[in-house]
Nanobody, 125 residues
Framework: QVQLVESGGGLVQPGGSLRLSCAASGLSLEDFDIVWFRQAPDKAREGVSYISYDEVTDYADSVKGRFTISRDNAKNTVYLQMNRLKPEDAGEYYC???????????????????WGQGTRVTVSS
C-alpha cells in the first residue's frame, strides 16, 4: 500500500518557524516528484513548493525566501522548512507525489496520484 504521511504542523506565532515532514511508504520517494499544497478554510487548495526526483525546486511567489523544500532519500522523506510565518500561511498542508510532471504543470493537483491526509498549521498570537 502506497502511503504519504505528513507531520510537523502545529500552532506558531507570526514570525515563527515550523518544519513539515512527508514520509513515504510503499514506494521509493527518490523516484517521484513531490509537491506541498495547502488549503485555508473556505479557500481553494494552492501549490506551495515542489521538488523533483533530481532536486529541482520551485516555490509559490508568496513563500519565496521564507520556505525551503528538501528531501532525504535515505529516510524516504521530504521536508518543508517554513520560516517567518504569516497568518496567511495558516491552513491544512498536504504532500503529493507524481512519477513525472512537466514544468508548466508543477502546481496542478491533477498531476499527482498519491496524497497524504494533511497536517494543520495555525499561525496566531
Amino acid at each position: 500500500q502506497v502511503q504519504l504521511v505528513e507531520s510537523g504542523g502545529g500552532l506558531v506565532q507570526p514570525g515563527g518557524s515550523l518544519r513539515l515532514s512527508c514520509a513515504a511508504s510503499g514506494l521509493s520517494l527518490e523516484d517521484f516528484d513531490i509537491v506541498w499544497f495547502r488549503q485555508a478554510p473556505d479557500k481553494a487548495r494552492e501549490g506551495v513548493s515542489y521538488i523533483s526526483y533530481d532536486e529541482v525546486t520551485d516555490y509559490a511567489d508568496s513563500v519565496k525566501g521564507r520556505f525551503t523544500i528538501s528531501r532525504d532519500n535515505a529516510k524516504n522523506t521530504v521536508y518543508l522548512q517554513m520560516n517567518r510565518l504569516k497568518p496567511e500561511d495558516a491552513g491544512e498542508y498536504y504532500c503529493a507525489g507524481s512519477s513525472w510532471v512537466s514544468r508548466n504543470r508543477r502546481f496542478r493537483m491533477d498531476q499527482y496520484a498519491f496524497w497524504g491526509q494533511g497536517t494543520r498549521v495555525t499561525v496566531s498570537s
